[in-house]
């Protein structure tokens, strides 16, 4: 046998260390184990990750050094050095030697000899403890006090109703019809200081200008025809809470006068009444109106604009938030199917399509109005298009039997919806889903009514996303 020369052997040398450099350069943790499962090998990430030294590691079973909690490490090598087939991406949570618990995702391989005999498995893992717990808060943030939504102005919100909650500052709250205004004062009332006081709502549009006065501030007894009695107004019984003007806009021009006062005063007169009364009341004004156009006009008092419009929140209309849409339809789907005692669980990818194609004219109000209709109307477990309002069916069937274009837009998607279902498979739909959620597999299982595991099923027989 050719004995290796001296030049050989430094460059054997040489390449041994260029791969410990590389193995202990890297950032994720990397284990060796040999064919009885006893650690071989540990790169320096691995040590910090697990809170052990090699000199302590090495020659212990891998289950000693990486314990894991979902699912047994040992075992998971033993199949693939049975099978010789990787496992890749593989969630388990762990204890380190100091008891402290980390997420991490593992991927595994069998180890091959020179010889192509088995030498034993490598593990590599990355510790996603923290984009976990991320991934939580966002999840946590989906959803405050009854308002629903993941999109970056809905986060921008929750985040200004958290600033402006602890204090006593007005907000005034804009936004069109059927956004979910009145919801965002009362996620500011619930939030505050001010929580176990009343939450007073006032709807400054569905009075005369006569009965709103007296609603707002009270009347005496004998201050006009009918007043049999006195009696407190708004202000007064919101004392220690929050009142909620709704439709502000629509004031005359004597009520606001009089509410600028109250604002600026922070005390009412009741009608007819020349006696005082102080009130300790936060008031949050809203109107679907421009308030600022309304004072160009002449007709909305700037100084009330300017005590109303401390802490401004503009609530963004549904079509400018479609990826909000799955979440808040489900929402509505489970609410109402739970009032009805039907058993519809799910909404059809065509119905969920037509959801998103919508205008939403209504906001969010009438796609509750729509799920509920649909709920009426559904006879199985599964919301269909046929069941939706005629506008919206109407608005769906016409995307579907519009020309089609190469591209990737929201008719070319509809088609691929309606194809998936004459087909019989749920390719199409599967990716629609995955690419309008970034890919995250929980929310587009979640969009398509089916559970997470399913989903991964159907990835891995479509051949999705191992292209």
């Known amino acids: 046998m050719e004995q290796p020369t001296l030049g050989s052997l430094e460059i054997c040398l040489a390449q041994k260390a260029n791969m410990e450099a590389i193995f202990h350069a890297v950032a994720d943790g990397i284990i060796t184990v040999d064919p009885q499962l006893r650690v071989s090998g540990l790169n320096r990430a691995a040590e910090t990750l697990l809170g052990v030294g090699a000199a302590d590691g090495i020659a212990r079973s891998v289950d000693d050094v990486l314990p894991g909690q979902l699912w047994d490490v040992g075992a998971l090598l033993r199949a693939i050095m049975k099978s010789r087939e990787p496992a890749r991406n593989r969630e388990n949570l762990i204890t380190r030697q100091d008891g402290e618990e980390r997420r991490v995702l593992v991927t595994a391989s069998h180890l091959l000899d020179k010889r192509e005999d088995l030498a034993g498995a490598v593990i590599v893992f990355r510790d996603i403890t923290e984009i976990r717990a991320l991934e939580a808060r966002l999840e946590q943030r989906a959803a405050l006090h009854g308002l629903v939504g993941k999109a970056r102005s809905m986060q921008e919100i929750y985040h200004l109703i958290e600033q402006v909650a602890p204090t006593d500052s007005t907000v005034l709250i804009q936004g069109e019809s059927g956004t979910g205004k009145e919801l965002v004062a009362d996620a500011i009332h619930r939030s505050s200081r001010r929580q176990n006081g009343p939450f007073i709502k006032v709807n400054c549009s569905a009075l005369s200008e006569h009965l709103l006065e007296s609603e707002l501030f009270g009347h005496v007894k004998g201050s006009f025809t009918g007043a049999t009695h006195d009696r407190k107004g708004r202000f007064e019984l919101a004392d220690g809470g929050t009142l909620f003007l709704d439709e502000i806009g629509d004031l005359s021009e004597a009520i606001q006068v009089k509410l600028l006062r109250v604002i600026q005063e922070r005390e009412i007169e009741r009608v007819g009444d020349t006696k005082t009364v102080p009130i300790n009341v936060r008031v949050i004004a809203a109107t679907?109106?421009?308030?600022?156009?309304?004072?160009?006009?002449?007709?909305?008092?700037?100084?009330?604009?300017?005590?109303?419009?401390?802490?401004?929140?503009?609530?963004?209309?549904?079509?400018?938030?479609?990826?909000?849409?799955?979440?808040?339809?489900?929402?509505?789907?489970?609410?109402?199917?739970?009032?009805m005692g039907k058993e519809v669980s799910r909404i059809s990818p065509d119905a969920l399509r037509a959801f998103l194609d919508y205008r939403w004219p209504g906001n969010v109000r009438e796609l509750r109005n729509a799920v509920e209709h649909g709920v009426v109307k559904c006879l199985n477990t599964t919301l269909l298009v046929e069941d939706l309002p005629r506008e919206i069916a109407e608005e769906a069937g016409r995307r579907v039997g519009a020309p089609q274009s190469s591209g990737g837009g929201r008719s070319s998607r509809a088609s691929n919806y309606a194809q998936s279902h004459r087909i019989g498979d749920d390719q199409a739909a599967i990716r629609d889903a995955l690419e309008r959620t970034g890919w995250n597999r929980g929310r587009a299982a979640k969009l398509l009514g089916i559970e997470r595991t399913t989903l991964w099923r159907k990835m891995k027989k479509l051949g999705i996303g191992q292209d």
């Open 288 to 339: 679907h109106r421009q308030l600022r156009k309304l004072v160009e006009e002449g007709r909305f008092r700037d100084d009330l604009y300017y005590r109303l419009n401390v802490i401004p929140i503009d609530v963004p209309p549904l079509r400018s938030r479609r990826e909000d849409i799955p979440d808040l339809a489900a929402l509505f789907l489970g609410v109402f199917a739970e009032q």
